[in-house]
């Protein structure tokens, strides 16, 4: 048992509670929440003076991409695509198990405690979540083997994947989808279908860019997400990335089928693929929306705190009204709508009987100064950093400690600036 | 003598040359920059595998708000003016004070070794930065009689501020002037003439929102900065903030004068007044542009090194290019260009003969890596945080080392706590 003396506790539960107490973690479970908890626990951790959230959930990313990070910066799409994508082909086994090491270092250093990532060699991720203690919603993305450069057909892959990795500890296989211009009418339902025999989610790229949605309307007569909806593929299921070049009767769709989006500003932000994914009409027809960093070649790092800013601030600026997207919201994005996006009730928030997914952060930095139950979730989303996450605690089990995190971050660190090095020298 | 030993050096100088070497400090200089420095120092601070680069400079805050951070969020500007003016009215020389230490910290804490501020009683922030070792360009906020709340003439005040404080070590005073919506042509022409008297510059808000052009132009049927040149104010001293809602025409104005503009960008796209300031044309006619946080009022912290990637990625996603503000341009504007914009030659950059502002940073927490002669830029502007920021040397001293500041930050914690919880709460 773990006990969590005397934070602020932000709890993310449905009256959106702030208030000092201590939180007792048996196994993997938060057991109880009240001031004063006397019980032994194995470990106590004093909180005073810090706060107590539930563990961030990014919901869309290429953590691999972590060792080719600042190696394509400030180009037009389609220079940053060939470059991208020219790394990306050169890529080993090694890099992408060492850039998902050094991903989800910087994850866990900044409060993340689940991610969704979309990528192949999706077990080699699988291996970095085990060894890191993280939670990994992983989707092995899917495409048309015309385009893909994964060996053997990528249906099968991803099937193999789920089946290889479907009673592992806080992995949650999912199929990914590269995106419309990518994948057939063949490859989207095969991949719904292979979700739908697994019990899992699917997990796909939507409507980043304008270059495809006149695209794919030019070819289908449809833009992405009717065309997906009339196909049959759109369910409670789907998490969508980025969702910027959306019609409202787009959104509706969406909503009627209970897909979710994952909504990656910064990286949106950064390629300038132009547009502003329509957040307050997601709202307003009921679209879950979460957020994803996305990967480190368009953010370029993972800190979902950072995410979180910049998600409030570019809609005010966007809307010219700073009443859209208000801290509280944000914050929930970051957490309990990460959740929801996951079709996973356990995580997301602080409450009795929910996975001990927690973090504690310093509440005695002097960007989170005053501190009080009303400044606490505008400090979080507005003037803290990822920096300032002290423990992070994924399924009951201290990941980190005083900034210091249970695995090797050394060698993580070397072997990462090692074969990113190389990874980035061979290109430039 | 201080020697920074094997570091890589983001000179910042003509040439943007990045490099490892060695630094070495004479005084408040920079003696030499070399490999392989053998002499001997007092202080030897090893930087291998670290970042030296030039202290960050920040153009426009009002730093003691500190304390009065996450007081005001997620309101229409109205709501926002009211409450934050409010409890700006009940503030006391203590909670400026202490405030300004607050910032103060934070500011070291992410790499700003020099601040330009504009508020009333400087004389506390001065004694702020007396205490702190940063460098301070403080101006006092001068307004017509009917507007202020300061006791006595703004004017006078200001220039007894400047009087009282022209002899001291890092403080450079300063003409403040709040803003065209408060101030007359008397106002601005009498705080330009006591600048032009002391030899010091003028700082002020310019064209933040429309309402303020708008009423200007109703009232003088020019816009604001039209009207600032033809009353003859303008020139290389004068150091404007926000310029976002300035025509083409206007900025030529700027150009022509030698005026320079402080950008805000998370202040602007926070409070959501509309417009993003048109830099690549300011870039075109020639006007100097730096970077400033604004106050915590509306940031709601002061990291400028945050503010340097929401800058990059704000124009790129305004103008649907990626290629606008480079992560080298972003840099520039946070360190040799806000030099510019002081009109202070001997800071911004590391070069030989000058003054000894220069930060060092970790290079080895997750989000620098891979770090490269080629990575090392955007990584500092698109990866880091001010957390990574481990060594502060200003002026020659070192304020910080290894994250500890040499005076004593428990008390200013502790003491704006105090003053921060009692501020806000007497307003909520």
């Not at 990460?338 to 927690?358: N, Q, R, V």
Request: hydrophobic share 40%; with cysteine.
């Amino acid at each position: 048992m773990i006990l969590l003396k005397n934070g602020l506790i932000v709890a993310q539960d449905g009256e959106r509670r702030i208030f000092r107490g201590d939180v007792l973690i048996d196994g993997d479970r938060i057991a109880r929440i009240a001031k004063n908890i006397e019980e032994r626990a194995d470990e106590t951790i004093d909180c005073t003076g810090d706060i107590i959230a539930p563990g961030l959930i990014n919901t869309h990313g290429h953590v691999s991409m972590a060792i080719m990070r600042s190696s394509a910066d400030d180009l037009q799409l389609h220079d940053f695509l060939d470059r991208t994508f020219a790394m990306d082909a050169k890529r080993t086994r090694q890099d992408v198990f060492w850039g998902s090491m050094l991903g989800i270092l910087e994850m866990i250093r900044t409060g993340t405690t689940s991610f969704v990532d979309l990528y192949y060699w999706e077990d080699e991720v699988a291996k970095a979540v085990k060894e890191t203690g993280i939670r990994g919603f992983l989707a092995w993305a899917t495409l048309d083997e015309e385009f893909t450069t994964q060996e053997g057909n990528p249906l099968s892959n991803a099937e193999h994947f789920i089946k290889s990795h479907s009673d592992m500890e806080r992995i949650y296989p999912m199929v990914g989808i590269q995106g419309v211009y990518a994948a057939s009418k063949e490859t989207w339902m095969g991949a719904k279908q292979v979700a739908l025999e697994h019990g899992t989610m699917t997990h796909f790229h939507l409507s980043e860019t304008r270059k495809e949605v006149y695209e794919h309307q030019a070819k289908t007569g449809k833009r992405p997400a009717e065309w997906l909806d009339d196909i049959g593929f759109l369910g409670d299921e789907s998490l969508a990335a980025h969702g910027v070049w959306l019609t409202v009767n787009e959104i509706r769709r969406l909503a009627r089928n209970g897909a979710k989006i994952s909504h990656n500003p910064t990286s949106n932000m950064k390629l300038a693929t132009g547009g502003y994914a329509p957040l307050p009409e997601m709202f307003r027809e009921g679209v879950s929306v979460s957020l994803g960093t996305d990967g480190c070649a368009t953010n370029n790092n993972l800190d979902l705190m950072e995410e979180m800013k910049f998600a409030a601030i570019m809609h005010k600026a966007h809307r010219w009204d700073a009443t859209v997207i208000p801290a509280q919201k944000a914050l929930d994005m970051a957490t309990i709508d990460g959740a929801k996006a996951l079709c996973m009730e356990e995580i997301g928030s602080i409450e009795e009987g929910k996975k001990a997914d927690i973090i504690i952060l310093d509440g005695n930095v002097p960007e989170a100064i005053p501190l009080t139950d009303e400044t606490v979730v505008p400090n979080l989303v507005y003037s803290m950093r990822g920096d300032s996450v002290k423990h992070s605690i994924i399924d009951g089990k201290i990941v980190m400690r005083d900034r210091k995190v249970f695995f090797d971050e050394e060698t993580v660190k070397r072997r990462a600036q090692e074969l990113g090095e190389r990874l980035i020298s061979r290109q430039i």
